[in-house]
């Protein structure tokens, strides 16, 4: 039984969310660079173990090749990327609601080049997850809460720079696979050269001898541990999952719903303090669980 792609694209939200919380620390240690490459190369090893154990490689056709490819450049190489170098400087919940905008990016570039609209309840219902998106991530942490993943680490805008352009990737590449998953392609083998081509211009960078991506301590069992859960769950789960909801989903509903990672990220930070999120982090859910009701009445 093929499940809906809202629930694909809800569920690829839950799989980001723990690969978040389970990224954070082995980020903070290796650097973003370092630790994007670790996490493709696992990712892209289990993928192809999939894809040729299952025999779904070949599906790949040459003609689409080229866009996973530069799908993968975009969404994973600079958009994953410039995502951890966010989180590392200002931690998974600023980061979180930087990335979050990638629903608004979403929703208007579908318009823009699918020709995809939202009205009535569904356009109330996308406008109401946004805004409690926001409102959770903004408002869901008490001002007596300190941790370390918190502090601001370098300059406050170069951090919201780096969010923004993680999700304005994130956007594109999205964007770009819809035609691609309309025709049939298999998720898990168009996720595996998506990966790919991610961890190929990782290595061309890392090559190059540049200082910045090399990594700033060796990465230690436990952060190769933490790394491996979280390709296994936000690259290798998550992004089928995102490819899969896209065959039969629009591109602006999955990624408005795929947004609300942030607010399920709550009660695992939740977990990490040892407290309950704020008031503003409750009724932000409130409102996205609102959201969400109203797109999935809509569909």
């Excluded at 170098?85 to 919940?93: E, Q, S």
């Excluded at 595996?192 to 890392?206: C, N, T």
């Amino acid at each position: 039984m093929t499940l809906p792609a809202e629930t694909l694209a809800l569920a690829a939200a839950a799989t980001w969310a723990c690969s978040s919380l389970l990224s954070a620390s082995a980020v903070a240690r290796m650097g973003a660079f370092a630790f994007s490459r670790w996490r493709l190369a696992f990712a892209c090893a289990m993928l192809w173990a999939l894809a040729f154990a299952t025999g779904n490689w070949r599906g790949l056709r040459l003609d689409g090749a080229g866009v996973l490819a530069l799908s993968g450049v975009i969404g994973i190489f600079v958009g994953d990327t410039a995502l951890f170098a966010c989180m590392g400087r200002l931690g998974p919940r600023r980061s979180g609601i930087l990335f979050a905008t990638h629903a608004l990016f979403s929703a208007v570039l579908a318009w823009l080049f699918l020709g995809e609209t939202l009205s009535g309840w569904g356009l109330l219902g996308s406008a109401l997850l946004v805004a409690g998106v926001m409102t959770a991530i903004a408002f869901g942490r008490r001002e007596t809460e300190l941790h370390h993943w918190e502090s601001t680490k370098g300059r406050l805008a170069v951090g919201i720079a780096l969010g923004l352009v993680a999700a304005l990737g994130q956007s594109v590449a999205t964007l770009m696979l819809k035609p691609l998953m309309q025709s049939g392609m298999d998720p898990v083998a168009a996720s595996a050269v998506r990966m790919s081509s991610g961890l190929a211009a990782h290595a061309v960078l890392l090559f190059s001898g540049w200082r910045v991506v090399q990594a700033t301590q060796s990465p230690r069992w436990v952060d190769l541990g933490y790394t491996f859960a979280s390709a296994a769950l936000g690259m290798t789960l998550g992004m089928t999952l995102i490819l899969k909801a896209l065959q039969n989903g629009s591109a602006g509903m999955v990624g408005m719903l795929s947004s609300v990672t942030p607010v399920l990220l709550l009660p695992l930070l939740w977990w990490v303090y040892r407290r309950r999120p704020a008031l503003g982090g409750w009724c932000g859910a409130l409102l996205t669980a609102a959201g969400c009701a109203l797109i999935l009445l809509r569909h």
